[in-house]
């Protein structure tokens, strides 16, 4: 395809929803109805485009985002197939930055998942214009008045049928336009009151077209057309389609609505940040203006290597051009762009505003890369909370694991490497069991590494309940210049969220110096040395020793947080004192003051939002008790369907998707989140540290 496209004839899409909506054979079949493929495309079959990879085929659900492309009606179509199950939400966050509109696919049997809702949320985040699409209409025992009933529900007053089923099950055989209701045609709901309901939703966008509307003048197909595009783009309309993605019934149509109804990027306001000054500047998509583009996904492909793919937004970029980004002064060369179709990439010159391409190869790219003088807000991605320690199953594979798990986090933002200097372990953190399990899949597939893991581990931390004072002296004498130097502190609790400057005012620490604030940790350093007890250039050694102890913990080997120490006497030695004595006896006086000021562990707690049918609710309620869990509410998602919203200890929920599935024989969803870190009770604490203890006294006998 060399065709040159304007910004108003593309329409960058995201096709999303809850797992098994069908997203990835609709996909599929646009790309055949629209001439892109020639033969069917099956996921049962493991002929998918767009499912290529060979965990894809064998899951038969998509893991990673795919960008495909077509034309019709003189539209470039841009389009990424997003995976459905919760685990893999990352995925569709990363090709939301890429795209102007979220098709958000409902099937219509078990109606909105709690997937669905997370797309519709994410997707407002990032300001996109939303279209529902209702598939598998040709399912049996659909309530289809129900089903947008609940979808007004959820989602709002403003989601209208643009057409209609004429049946479901095996009587779906066609749509019927809402706008150009045909005569004597029947729906599954009442053809008339669904272009009454289109037409009124269209004239309240407008008070011209209202107040002619009421004197019994519908608008024209033109201003329909202009005023849902000027609403999709304010987020305040959204149409609703009707297809079956197995039959193909209803995609001419919804191709169609794509072309009127999903926002071109004329349409769209996009907003950067100048480094300078950080002013925040519209940016307009003129091939001719400065070049502000995005690396919004990368892949890393067996054969191509590293595949970045880009979003522009302003100004034009040519095969071999130099390309400035914030992280690369003498800037990149494009030596290749390419247009990408599922798992093969077609070679291109140029490409302009609104235009997603793609380029290999290039090391300096990351997800999130900006190329231009600029930088935009980062997408939000959830907080990987499940980790699995793991090594080699091979021998002097270990660089070859770290190789690999980097190429993989590279792909992936919700997934985190660590080195954990305790056990000197490689921990991957990840959403879920299932995405950790995908993970070592494809390590074993496409890096050929084989991995053992070890129980999940959970991000502890350890903290302080009351306040402390004590100190610590380290001296030695062995012959020659001593080692000396003796540190007094208090430790305080310092709860998540305190300001550093109100809690040291008010002539609370009346001799403070200064105060420094470690976020990462939420410590609250605070020098209230007088008369130089402690020399000032021995002072940062102290509070080197403070931090390596906030790394390795106190109690059980996790790091310290939410804890305040005031340095505020010492002593020192004009011969034998030294940064290392200093150092020392400040991680000693840490340990020792922390010990006295009740130590506490703190566990995280994730939100998790359960889908279940309404009969589950009472075992559903009883399991989240069992884990110590506290049910927040529910509420209706559609059909005979209930989603429980609670919180729970992280520690408890590691394996949750066997014990729902258990449950619900498989028919229940869920999604997990970081909430909040909240205090361990104190038997489960003494197991936690006892556990710990005894494996620091096991490795140092070895």
């Known amino acids: 395809m060399t065709k040159k496209y304007s910004p108003g004839e593309i329409r960058n899409l995201a096709v999303c929803g809850h797992g098994a909506a069908g997203k990835t054979t609709l996909v599929d079949q646009l790309l055949l109805k629209t001439g892109a493929i020639t033969h069917p495309a099956s996921v049962d079959h493991g002929t998918s485009i767009c499912d290529f990879d060979e965990e894809e085929k064998h899951h038969k659900h998509s893991i990673e985002a795919k960008l495909v492309h077509f034309e019709h009606a003189g539209k470039l179509f841009n389009v990424a197939d997003t995976p459905g199950y919760p685990d893999f939400i990352g995925q569709t966050i990363c090709s939301f930055r890429g795209v102007d509109t979220a098709v958000i696919v409902i099937n219509a049997y078990t109606g909105i998942g709690v997937n669905t809702r997370r797309c519709w949320e994410e997707a407002a985040r990032e300001d996109l ?10 399912s049996e025992n659909i309530d289809f008045p129900g089903l947008i009933a609940s979808i007004k529900e959820f989602f709002g007053e403003r989601c209208v049928l643009f057409n209609v089923p004429d049946g479901t099950g095996q009587h779906f055989t066609k749509v019927h336009n809402s706008l150009h209701p045909p005569q004597g045609e029947t729906g599954v709901v009442d053809l008339h009151e669904a272009h009454q309901r289109l037409i009124e939703a269209v004239a309240e966008l407008d008070d011209e077209v209202m107040n002619r509307y009421f004197e019994g003048t519908e608008p024209s197909d033109d201003e329909v057309e202009r005023l ?33 109804y999903a926002i071109s990027p004329l ?135 770290a190789g690999a798990l980097h190429k993989i986090a590279e792909e992936d933002p919700t997934l985190r490497i660590d080195h954990d200097p305790q056990t000197h372990e490689l921990v991957m953190t990840g959403m879920s069991e299932l ?115 906030l790394e390795r913990g106190v109690l059980a080997g996790y790091q310290v947080q939410n804890v305040a120490v005031e340095v505020h006497f010492g002593k020192h030695h004009p011969v034998d004192s030294s940064e290392a004595a200093f150092k020392t006896a400040g991680s000693m006086a840490f340990r020792n003051v922390f010990l006295e000021a009740k130590p ?14 309404a009969a589950k609710l009472g075992d559903i309620s009883a399991d989240m008790a069992g884990r ?75």
């Open 129 to 138: 214009g939303r279209i529902l699409v209702i598939n598998k209409l040709d």
């Open 228 to 260: 849902v595009d000027e609403a999709e783009a304010n987020e305040s309309f959204t149409p609703i389609f009707c297809v079956s993605a197995k039959t193909g019934v209803g995609i001419p149509e919804l191709l169609d609505g794509l072309v009127h």
């Open 267 to 401: 349409q769209v306001h996009h907003h950067a940040h100048q480094p300078a000054d950080d002013t925040v500047v519209e940016i307009k998509p003129d091939p001719a203006g400065p070049l502000v583009a995005q690396v919004f996904k990368t892949r890393v492909d067996p054969f191509v290597q590293k595949l970045s793919f880009i979003r522009i937004f302003s100004g034009t970029v040519k095969k071999d051009d130099q390309v400035m980004t914030a992280e690369s002064r003498k800037g990149i060369k494009f030596h290749q762009l390419c247009r990408v179709q599922a798992g093969q990439t077609v070679p291109i010159d140029e490409a302009g505003p609104g235009e997603i391409v793609a380029v290999t190869k290039i090391e300096d790219l990351h997800t999130g890369t900006v190329l231009g003088n600029w930088h935009f807000d980062p997408p939000h991605f959830p907080v990987p909370m499940v980790g699995l320690a793991v090594t080699p199953k091979n021998r002097g594979d270990e660089a070859k694991l």
């Open 435 to 549: 995405h950790l399990q995908m993970i070592r899949e494809r390590l074993k597939r496409r890096d050929k590494v084989e991995i053992e893991v070890h129980e999940p581990k959970i991000p502890y931390r350890e903290t302080v309940q009351f306040e402390a004072e004590g100190s610590y002296r380290h001296k030695k004498q062995s012959g020659g210049r001593g080692q000396f130097g003796e540190v007094h502190i208090r430790v305080y609790p310092f709860p998540a969220g305190s300001d550093p400057e109100e809690f040291t005012a008010n002539g609370r620490f009346p001799h403070v110096r200064e105060f420094k604030h470690d976020k990462v940790h939420n410590f609250l350093w605070i020098d209230s040395i007088v008369g130089g007890s402690i020399p000032n250039n021995f002072l940062p050694a102290v509070e080197k020793g403070f931090k390596e102890r």
């Open 600 to 613: 506490g562990l703190l566990e995280p707690i994730v939100k998790l939002h359960v889908t279940v049918p």
């Open 628 to 702: 110590r869990g506290r049910v927040l509410g529910m509420d209706s998602a559609g059909g005979d369907l209930q989603t429980v919203e609670a919180e729970v200890p992280l520690a408890e929920v590691t394996s949750y998707a066997r014990a729902l599935s258990s449950i619900t024989a498989g028919q229940g969803s869920y999604t997990m989140e970081f909430s909040h870190y909240d205090v361990v009770p104190g038997n489960i604490q003494k197991t936690i540290v006892d556990k710990a203890v005894l494996k620091e006294e096991e490795d140092e006998g070895q």
